[in-house]
């Protein structure tokens, strides 16, 4: 990739993996969907994945450090409409200065790869970033790839203070699970086949998609041994009861995947086996455990109609309110339209379809 301008500050590179992450790392917005890894993950199943980023200098031989970057996926849109660029949990810039010339870097990587449209999911933004979606080009979409709601829970204090902020009826399970002479451990790579096959009971039983067993291996493979993810597994006289695959960065971890089997659930192994990654990530040095997604909802709506409803993410909303979190909401979607013409078309059969 070439400068911005010939009197640019900034240098527009494809940075290597290994740089990336090292940026990454040094990030405090630092997501584990902005990492290399995932990208790779993602590029296995349908995404190409492309990084830009920003060095400081007009130089392209410089080898400076990165100051601001992106890490994008690509997919196909039907009928060879180009494709759809997706920015999720990012971009990063070291200073407030850096947007203008980071956006005019993406735009010309989205338009490199034919993308009819970008959308952007910042996530979570807290002190320090004051948003100018509208200014930036951005309209607000009501299609978004990730849950925009979640459940955050504050695991820095002692394990005493964290079961007291729960609801009495899940704390008195999670204390149930460690009495049932139920085993929690870390899983290794042969221990993949028990949670697939966990997942795939969990999605027959709340009627959701699961991915193929190849997908939960690639993302072990890529994301365990470098120490950012863990599998955690319950087993009870030779049976696995359920499981748990979560992902850390910086000082947060999120609980992506989990499943449960259907036998033996008075043990409460699904509370157990939470209650074990979070310790874990206590370990791993986090301060926040992010239960990844309930339905897009206010909290009263929320307590009004759990009880009531099973489908999408109500099915798992019950369970994850009781360990003691506040709910927060992400800045959602956000869509960078290149095609009116196109993105017009992907509106309508989102709209059809839902």
């Given at each position: 990739m070439s400068d911005l301008s010939p009197d640019s500050v900034y240098?527009?590179?494809?940075?290597?993996?290994?740089?990336?992450?090292?940026?990454?790392?040094?990030?405090?917005?630092?997501?584990?969907?902005?990492?290399?890894?995932?990208?790779a993950l993602k590029s296995a199943y349908e995404w190409d994945c492309v990084r830009v980023a920003l060095r400081e200098g007009g130089d392209p031989a410089d080898d400076a450090p990165i100051v601001a970057g992106a890490q994008l996926l690509f997919k196909r849109l039907p009928l060879r409409l180009g494709t759809m660029a997706y920015l999720p949990m990012g971009a990063y810039v070291s200073d407030g200065s850096q947007w203008e010339a980071l956006w005019s870097a993406i735009d010309a990587c989205a338009r490199d790869h034919n993308a009819a449209f970008l959308k952007w999911e910042p996530g979570i933004l807290e002190g320090g970033f004051p948003p100018a979606f509208e200014e930036w080009g951005f309209r607000e979409s009501a299609q978004t790839i990730q849950p925009p709601r979640t459940i955050l829970l504050d695991i820095s204090q002692s394990d005493d203070e964290i079961l007291a902020h729960m609801n009495q009826g899940t704390r008195r399970k999670i204390r149930q699970s460690l009495k049932n002479d139920v085993r929690y451990y870390e899983g290794t790579r042969a221990d993949l086949a028990k949670f697939t096959a966990l997942m795939h009971t969990t999605g027959t039983r709340n009627a959701f998609g699961v991915h193929e067993p190849a997908y939960y291996e690639q993302a072990y493979d890529l994301f365990v041994p470098r120490g950012d993810a863990a599998l955690i597994l319950a087993e009870h006289d030779g049976d696995t009861l359920a499981g748990v695959l979560v992902f850390a960065k910086h000082y947060t971890t999120w609980y992506l995947y989990g499943a449960s089997s259907d036998h033996k659930r008075n043990l409460m192994a699904s509370y157990g086996v939470q209650w074990s990654a979070i310790q874990w990530a206590k370990r791993?040095?986090?301060?926040?455990?992010?239960?990844?997604?309930?339905?897009?909802?206010?909290?009263?709506?929320?307590?009004?109609?759990?009880?009531?409803?099973?489908?999408?993410?109500?099915?798992?909303?019950?369970?994850?309110?009781?360990?003691?979190?506040?709910?927060?909401?992400?800045?959602?979607?956000?869509d960078r339209v290149y095609n009116p013409l196109i993105y017009g078309g992907y509106q309508l059969a989102v709209t059809l379809r839902d």
């Open positions: 240098t527009v590179c494809t940075p290597s993996p290994s740089e990336w992450d090292h940026f990454v790392d040094q990030h405090p917005r630092a997501h584990i969907l902005q990492t290399s890894a995932w990208g791993r040095g986090c301060d926040t455990y992010d239960f990844w997604g309930i339905p897009d909802e206010d909290a009263d709506t929320l307590e009004a109609e759990f009880e009531q409803r099973s489908d999408g993410l109500w099915g798992v909303y019950g369970f994850k309110r009781g360990w003691g979190g506040h709910i927060v909401r992400s800045e959602g979607a956000w």
